[in-house]
């Protein structure tokens, strides 16, 4: 498959290594606390700028070198909290994504000379788009009903109408391995990932129905808000 890139568009961005996958669209909240990244948070917040998140391939994420994955997310810095000893808590959104063309090491946190990634050419995705919703729908009303009483309390899910966005939200609330998140996300084909993902839900579905475990809050503590 074709990714769709160009030369001109290569440029420098901080690299974040961390055992997570961001999709665009979707927000996460940070704790920034090693000398090396609150040094690149400031950069970032001085000169308005982004940096990318990859999830770690080998290596470790606290204090030591890691080998990231080559394609990640690029996210904004929406909201932070100094804490008096220089940490920080971030709130980032994710806004494209990217593939880390050269490394550049020569600071104490990561650089990386990327290329924006984005989706091939769109083909018809009505059909998929609507029974992933509809599935993603069934999923997250069973999830609520086993975790709480539904006689006592009513919520809906809105999900995105554009077919791109609708499947990095739907990849974003589902307990997924890593590496399968990392799958969708260098997905360049919006009808494929709408296709994964409804097999991925009918799995789920099925599995649900066969299980009697309920659902504690701690199920849903990983789940990253669409935007």
């Known amino acids: 498959m074709v990714i769709d890139m160009k030369e001109e568009e290569i440029y420098s961005?901080?690299?974040?290594?961390?055992?997570?996958?961001?999709?665009?669209?979707?927000?996460?909240?940070?704790?920034?606390?090693?000398?090396?990244?609150?040094?690149?948070?400031?950069?970032?917040?001085?000169?308005?700028?982004?940096?990318?998140?990859?999830?770690?391939?080998?290596?470790e994420e606290v204090e030591g070198e890691a080998e990231p994955y080559l394609i990640g997310t690029a996210v904004r810095i929406m909201d932070v909290y100094h804490f008096p000893d220089g940490r920080m808590d971030i709130t980032v959104l994710g806004t494209e994504r990217f593939r880390i063309r050269e490394f550049d090491a020569s600071l104490p946190y990561l650089r990386g000379?990327?290329?924006?990634?984005?989706?091939?050419?769109?083909?018809?995705?009505?059909?998929?788009?609507?029974?992933?919703?509809?599935?993603?729908?069934?999923?997250s009303d069973a999830m609520l009903r086993q975790l709480i009483d539904s006689t006592e309390f009513n919520a809906s899910f809105v999900f995105p109408e554009d077919p791109e966005k609708l499947s990095f939200a739907i990849a974003?609330?589902?307990?997924?391995?890593?590496?399968?998140?990392?799958?969708?996300?260098?997905?360049?084909?919006?009808?494929?990932?709408?296709?994964?993902?409804?097999?991925?839900?009918?799995?789920?579905?099925?599995?649900?129905?066969?299980s009697e475990r309920?659902?504690?809050?701690?199920?849903?503590?990983?789940?990253?808000?669409?935007?």
């Open 172 to 210: 974003s609330m589902l307990d997924l391995p890593l590496i399968r998140k990392q799958v969708l996300l260098e997905s360049t084909d919006t009808c494929d990932r709408l296709e994964q993902l409804v097999a991925i839900l009918e799995h789920f579905l099925h599995r649900n129905r066969l």
């Open 13 to 59: 961005l901080p690299l974040f290594p961390l055992n997570m996958v961001l999709f665009p669209f979707s927000r996460v909240q940070l704790h920034i606390f090693e000398q090396r990244y609150r040094q690149m948070i400031r950069f970032c917040l001085d000169n308005d700028q982004p940096f990318g998140i990859v999830m770690i391939r080998t290596g």
């Open 214 to 227: 309920k659902l504690s809050s701690t199920d849903l503590k990983d789940w990253v808000s669409p935007n």
């Open 113 to 139: 000379f990327v290329q924006p990634i984005v989706d091939g050419a769109r083909a018809e995705t009505d059909i998929e788009m609507q029974q992933l919703t509809n599935l993603a729908r069934n999923y």
